[in-house]
């Protein structure tokens, strides 16, 4: 699961509001404190010290903390690892009803960067009725993160998703996964073993404690609806009002492995939309127009990405030319959103004219930073085991997939560095249930690229009674405020001010 790819593939490292911190801070735990109420008690409760941290394109009234929280959970007077903290205080203390926590995509995506970015948006929407709050995850960011000391080369997008060679061949990758874990294995020790959905969500239950809070709603987007939707099953008593934006298939046998595979098939239901965006005359104005026809895009996209298999083409980044599989992942992350259907339409014409030089985009264009590449691949092969599948089955998987699905060319069921992880996860997975109040409004696309609808089917069938789902036919992937509709923006924003939620599943069609 991933959220808007350029954050994604870059996953904001240091940011101007909060500093990475390389390495866990032995701190000492701290004197047992008494539990708030409501709260079970802890023998270690942090404290927050809030300090300005606005930055030009945020709030002005932007706050930053860290947050100690134990390097594992089970031993809170052990190592503590430090999570970077934000908040936007109600501009309204009369209207406040409590605290919303802003989880963002990934795994690898930044929540303070997330809350700078729509801060100012969910204080015009929700009218100060929360404190605003966010938190970049272990590894993440402004929080301590860890490092497997990879080559840049197996750090570049196209590496670190297993995209078969041009042929179908899966041999490169394979050595690449092998070489990868073991790498990990060496340089990122207990910090990077940490990384796992179940600390992200125990770190967020010690951060409302430090809060002061009983109760916290939140908006989860993509992975971090994932977050949500733990966070609801093991703490529900601490629930308050919770939206769960494009989310996918909870089931604890799969999780990270079921949404890669999805992938292919939510790249086929986004398509159309790019391809009718692509026909329409009025693109000739812009010189974007790429068929007369919509359904003559598609057959034209993956001819160009298999003359790029056989001849790469050189670009403006020196000795980075764009091949078939970048892209194809290029086309893959501008379907998040249609506001990249221009730069997308753009490089297409540029890969086919010979007068042009394609401009890479910037996720494409270099390698992730280490920790940051670290940080993506431990979460899914931590919180999962993947079993040692053999490279037989996984090169007929890749084929059959690649027939089925010709966009994503075999790469949603390609080999990964979890097929050699080290490390095997410490708990199961949590397998969400009906059991728990019914608080939660569910709000996702139709065509969704990254977490196609059917998962979104699967996580509100988990939670029967206590959700309710809103159906968004709009594409793209992250709806509230983001690629959805005003039906869709005006039902979450009902919801989180005034807890009144549809009596049933809804769709949105304007």
């Known amino acids: 699961m991933t959220t808007h790819p350029k954050r994604t593939a870059l996953l904001i490292a240091a940011t101007a509001v909060a500093a990475a911190t390389l390495a866990p801070t032995a701190v000492p735990a701290a004197a047992a404190t008494p539990s708030r109420a409501g709260a079970p008690a802890r023998a270690y409760v942090p404290e927050l010290t809030w300090r300005p941290c606005a930055v030009p394109e945020g709030p002005e009234t932007q706050e930053c903390a860290q947050l100690e929280v134990p390097l594992d959970h089970a ?14 205080r109600s501009d309204r203390p009369a209207a406040r009803r409590g605290t919303l926590v802003v989880l963002p995509g990934g795994p690898g995506g930044s929540g303070v960067r997330r809350l700078t ?107 971090g609806s994932y977050v949500g939707a733990v966070y609801a099953q093991r703490y529900p008593q601490h629930t308050d009002r919770w939206v769960l934006d494009s989310m996918g298939d909870p089931d604890p046998k799969r999780l990270a492995k079921g949404w890669l595979a999805n992938m292919a098939q939510g790249m086929d239901d986004r398509f159309p939309d790019f391809a009718a965006w692509a026909a329409r005359p009025d693109r000739d104005r812009d010189g974007l127009r790429l068929a007369e026809r919509a359904e003559e895009v598609r057959p034209l996209v993956l001819a160009l990405a ?46 086919r004219d010979p007068r042009q030089t394609p401009v890479l985009p910037p996720e494409l264009a270099q390698p992730l930073r280490d920790e940051d590449a670290a940080l993506t691949i431990a979460v899914i092969c931590n919180d999962v085991d993947w079993g040692r599948t053999p490279t037989a089955r996984h090169e007929r998987a890749v084929a059959a997939d690649r027939a089925a699905h010709p966009l994503t060319a075999g790469m949603p069921a390609n080999v990964t560095p979890c097929a050699f992880w080290k490390n095997k996860p410490e708990h199961r997975p949590t397998r969400i249930t009906s059991a728990g109040p019914s608080n939660i409004l569910m709000v996702q696309s139709r065509r969704d690229p990254s977490t196609p609808y059917a998962g979104a089917l699967k996580m509100r069938e988990a939670f029967g009674e206590r959700a309710r789902l809103v159906s968004v036919d709009q594409g793209g992937h992250g709806m509230y405020l983001t690629n959805g509709n005003a039906c869709g923006n005006r039902l979450v924003t009902e919801f989180l001010t005034t807890g009144k939620r549809p009596a049933q599943d809804t769709d949105c069609t304007d």
């Open 306 to 351: 298999a003359e790029l298999d056989r001849a790469p083409k050189a670009s403006t980044t020196p000795g980075t030319p764009l091949t078939g599989n970048g892209l194809r992942q290029a086309l893959q992350n501008a379907l998040y959103g249609d506001a990249n259907f221009p730069a997308l339409a753009r490089l297409v014409q540029a890969a």
């Open 117 to 223: 970015q729509k801060g100012a948006a969910l204080q015009r929407e929700l009218a100060g009725a929360y404190d605003l709050v966010a938190f970049d995850p272990r590894g993440v960011g402004g929080s301590t993160t860890a490092s497997c000391g990879l080559a840049p080369e197996d750090r570049y997008l196209t590496a670190l998703r297993s995209w078969p060679a041009p042929g179908g061949g899966i041999s490169e990758n394979v050595a690449r996964s092998r070489r990868t874990a073991e790498a990990c294995d060496r340089a990122g020790g207990a910090v990077l073993r940490s990384f796992t959905t179940a600390n992200q969500v125990r770190d967020m239950d010690l951060l409302r404690e430090a809060l002061g809070e009983r109760t916290l709603s939140a908006w989860g987007v993509s992975y």
């Open 75 to 88: 031993d809170p007077q052990g190592p503590h690892v430090s999570i970077a903290v934000s908040r936007i």
